[in-house]
C-alpha cells in the first residue's frame, strides 16, 4: 500500500528503528544502506512516476556548510510531487522533495582531498520500483564501493547523523 509523500521522511524513519537504527545515531553505514534501499522500494502516493523521474535516488558526498565543513555522506529520494497548485498555468512543473538521510564524520586521513573534489555524487537514478530499482541500488552500491572517499565513509563510523524533508533546488 503506498504511503503518502508528506509521510515519505516517517516512512524512512521507521525502517531504520525497525532495524535498531535512530535517525539521529546512525553509526553503521552499511546497515542505513539497507534501510535506505528498503524505503527505496516503498511505493509512495501523490508523484510522478520514476520513468518520469518522479521518483529517484542519489549518494552524495564531499564537505558542506551546513554540516560545518565536516565530510559527510549521503543517501537521498527526491520525489516530484504532483499535487501541487498550479496545474492549469502552461508552465507548472512539479515540486521537488528530498528525504535525506546525512552521515557527517570526523577528518580522516582516508577522505582528505575531498575539500579538492567538490561535492561529489552519484547522479540520480529513476528506476521503477521492484527489481530493476533493486539492481540500480546494488550497482550504486558497488560504484560508492569503488570510490576511495565514499568507500572509507562506508567502512568509518558516523560522529552524527541527520534525516531531513526538505523542498528540493
Same mark, same amino acid.
Given at each position: 500500500?503506498?504511503?503518502?509523500? @508528506?509521510?515519505?521522511?516517517? /516512512?524512512?524513519?521507521?525502517?531504520?528503528?525497525?532495524?535498531?537504527?535512530?535517525? $539521529? *545515531?546512525? @553509526?553503521?553505514?552499511?546497515? /542505513?544502506?539497507?534501510?535506505?534501499?528498503?524505503?527505496?522500494?516503498?511505493?509512495? $502516493? *501523490?508523484i510522478g512516476r520514476a520513468e518520469n523521474d518522479g521518483d529517484g535516488f542519489i549518494a552524495e558526498w564531499g564537505k558542506w556548510d551546513w554540516n560545518d565543513g565536516l565530510p559527510s555522506l549521503s543517501f537521498g529520494r527526491l520525489l516530484a510531487v504532483t499535487g501541487a497548485d498550479g496545474r492549469e498555468d502552461p508552465e507548472w512543473q512539479p515540486e521537488y522533495w528530498k528525504v535525506e538521510l546525512q552521515l557527517i564524520f570526523p577528518e580522516d586521513p582516508a577522505w582528505a582531498d575531498l575539500d579538492s573534489l567538490g561535492r561529489q555524487n552519484t547522479g540520480y537514478n529513476f528506476d521503477v520500483?521492484?527489481?530493476?530499482?533493486?539492481?540500480?541500488?546494488?550497482k550504486l552500491r558497488r560504484f560508492i564501493e569503488s570510490c576511495p572517499q565514499p568507500a572509507a565513509m562506508c567502512r568509518a563510523t558516523p560522529t552524527r547523523s541527520e534525516l531531513t524533508f526538505e523542498r528540493a533546488g
Open positions: 500500500m503506498p504511503i503518502p509523500w @508528506r509521510s515519505s521522511a516517517e /516512512a524512512f524513519a521507521r525502517i531504520l528503528q525497525q532495524r535498531g537504527i535512530a535517525p $539521529d *545515531g546512525v @553509526r553503521d553505514v552499511g546497515a /542505513a544502506w539497507d534501510a535506505f534501499g528498503e524505503f527505496c522500494q516503498v511505493e509512495v $502516493d *501523490g520500483i521492484g527489481v530493476s530499482r533493486a539492481a540500480a541500488l546494488v
